[in-house]
Every structure is written in structure tokens, then in C-alpha cells.
């Protein structure tokens, strides 16, 4: 907060009144000199300022919907801009855009799983968490981070896969679609838009993929969760 600080000015007077010499001046004044009369000044034309224009308005961008692809996080937005980030870019980054785009913090805590991949950090949204594994990443398989979708939409911004499949869908014919899918005693997994991963120094191994994994665990067969990216390590 800047200090104002106001400068007074003391303006001192002094009069002294000197009675003859009043006098004096008054009765010249009476012996007939003339005495002036100021003339009128004459008034300037008079200016009128040209109207301003209207500024223009920048309408506002406004991120309008997340979308998880097996390689990245997409921001879309009003204007039809795209933004992305990769699941090995610097989680700050990710964190950010999407604290701007939803116009809420995450809670932010700790995990130790008892399992792999050990401790990590959550960052967590109503319906949305990003989950920062404390092992380095290494790509293609290795991720910095990976997304947790469980609502459709979080503060106006929709939440789905680059197929447009959102929370609430229907799963079964996802799995007509896609051969990698399966059951098992705890729900049913679909996995899509799968890229495979070659063998290489960096990925010693054989069958090797990424994919989205659309879950669900409910009766109605309806998605309940996404996760990308998902990684098949192959073997």
C-alpha cells in the first residue's frame, strides 16, 4: 500500500495601514486625476473536445473443456485454441492451467501406497486429481504425472477423452470397439486410442502401449472413472 503524503502552503499576509499616507493618495485621487478603467478582456474561442472513441472490448477466453489423449492433457478453449501438456512436463505447469481453468485450488496431499509406485503426491479437484509419482520419469513409459477423471465436468469445463466419452457413458459398446478391454471381480476396463510403443534402448520390451482406460464398476455398465495415461509395459 502506497503512502500519499499532502504539502500545506502557509500563505502569510501582511497589511500596514499608514493613515497620511492614505490620505495623501486619497486626496490626489480627489484632485482630479482620472482614473482607469480596465477593459474587458475579450473571450477566446472556446474549444470543444472531439469525442472519444469506444474502446473495444477483447472478449474473454475461457477454457471450455480438458480432454485426456494417451499422450497428453488438452485445455480447449472458447476461441477454439488448443493447449497441451504432456504427462512428462513439469507438474507445476499442469497444476496452474488447471487451477486457472476450473478457478479453484486442488487439495494438495501426500500418499505412501504399500505398493507400487511408492510415494506421491495428489493434487485433487471435485471429480478430477492429478497423481505426481515421486519416480522420475522416463519416457515412453515412465509418466511424470497421470489424470483421475470421475464427473463430467467440473465449473463449466467438460471432462472427457478426445473420442468425446465422458463420465456416465455407456461402457459396453466402448468394448465392442475396442479388442483391449476385461472384466474382472471389481469392474469392467476399456482401453482406448492405443498407441503402441516400439522396442527400443529406452523400452527394452515387446507389446508395449499407452492407452486411455475408461472403468466402470457399477450394474448399469455406465463409466465411472478415466484414467490416462494408462501404461502396458508389455513383456
Known amino acids: 500500500m502506497s503512502t500519499s503524503r499532502g504539502r500545506s502552503i502557509v500563505r502569510a499576509c501582511s497589511f500596514v495601514l ?22 474587458p478582456t475579450a473571450a477566446g ?26 499422450e497428453a492433457v488438452q485445455l480447449t478453449s472458447s476461441d477454439e485454441s488448443v493447449v497441451s501438456f504432456t504427462y512428462y512436463d513439469p507438474i507445476e505447469g499442469v497444476v496452474g492451467a488447471l487451477t486457472a481453468a476450473f478457478r479453484t485450488d486442488p487439495v494438495v496431499s ?28 522416463l519416457a515412453p513409459l515412465d509418466s511424470n504425472f497421470y489424470v483421475v477423471v ?21 461402457a459396453l459398446p466402448l468394448a465392442e470397439q475396442n479388442p483391449n478391454s476385461g472384466t474382472d471381480a471389481d469392474g469392467f476396463n476399456v482401453l ?10 529406452a523400452n527394452p520390451r515387446d507389446g508395449s502401449s499407452i492407452s486411455v482406460s475408461v472403468w ?5 455398465r455406465t463409466i465411472t472413472s478415466i484414467t490416462a495415461p494408462w501404461e502396458d509395459y508389455g513383456v
Do not use: K
Open 45 to 70: 474561442p472556446s474549444s470543444t473536445a472531439a469525442p472519444s472513441e469506444t474502446p473495444t472490448v477483447a472478449p474473454v477466453v475461457a477454457v471450455t473443456g480438458l480432454v485426456l489423449t494417451p
Open 150 to 170: 470421475e464427473e463430467p465436468e467440473l465449473n463449466g469445463v467438460t471432462l472427457a477423452t478426445v473420442e468425446d466419452i465422458t463420465i456416465g457413458d455407456p
Open 18 to 39: 499608514v493613515g497620511a499616507l492614505a490620505g495623501a493618495l486619497a486626496g490626489c485621487a480627489g484632485e482630479g486625476s482620472a482614473g482607469t478603467t480596465a477593459s
Open 216 to 220: 466402470t464398476d457399477n450394474p448399469d
Open 110 to 137: 501426500r500418499e505412501t501406497p504399500t505398493i507400487e509406485p511408492g510415494p506421491q503426491t495428489v493434487y485433487d479437484w471435485p471429480g478430477l486429481r492429478i497423481v505426481d509419482e515421486d519416480w522420475p520419469a
Open 192 to 201: 482406448i486410442g492405443q498407441i503402441d510403443v516400439p522396442r527400443s534402448d
